[in-house]
């Protein structure tokens, strides 16, 4: 049973994730890559947070996990293209980021993907998220809701 969830929650994630891919991610401006927002998103659908976290640290640091209290289940994810050009996004599960390098979580490509909100999520809401880093622990993020760009 529990494989069968799994199963067709990848189909959704599939389905939803075109529409993300819609705009190359190399018209993405430097502007639009570094701008914290989060997608709105209705209450049992999906958001996607995104934003920049720059390691200061002196040592490689790993992102292990990342939560929000306003989904069911949050994970990060990476956008793919097939050869054939079908868009796609897969759960990412341990990301490095090197000494003075940044994370960055974009449209089109590694983003923190919010699957079955627990609420509406409307223009002038905040999203906050979570991220568990193996050197710099606990991250938070609060992110203005923004209608897509
Ligand atoms: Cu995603």
Redesign the pocket.
């Known amino acids: 049973m529990k494989k069968l969830v799994v199963f067709f929650l990848s189909l959704f994630?599939l389905i939803?994730?075109g529409k993300?891919s819609e705009k190359n991610s190399s018209e993405t401006s430097v502007d639009q890559e570094t701008q914290n927002w989060a997608r709105p998103g209705s209450q049992g659908q999906?958001s996607?947070a995104y934003f920049v976290y720059e390691n200061t640290l002196d040592v490689s640091d790993t992102l292990i996990s990342v939560d929000s209290p306003q989904a069911m289940m949050t994970?990060i994810?990476e956008?793919y293209t097939t050869e054939d050009g079908l868009a796609g996004?897969r759960e990412k599960k341990e990301i490095i980021v090197h000494s003075d390098e940044s994370l960055i979580l974009k449209q089109g490509g590694l983003?923190v993907?919010l699957m079955n909100l627990k609420e509406d999520l409307s223009e002038n809401d905040s999203v906050e998220v979570t991220l568990e880093f193996t050197e710099a622990g606990t991250v938070k993020f609060k992110l203005p809701v923004k209608s897509n760009k």
Do not use: D, K, L, R
Request: proline share 0%; net charge neutral; with cysteine.
């Open positions: 994630i939803n994730c993300s999906m996607g994970q994810h956008s996004m983003h993907m």
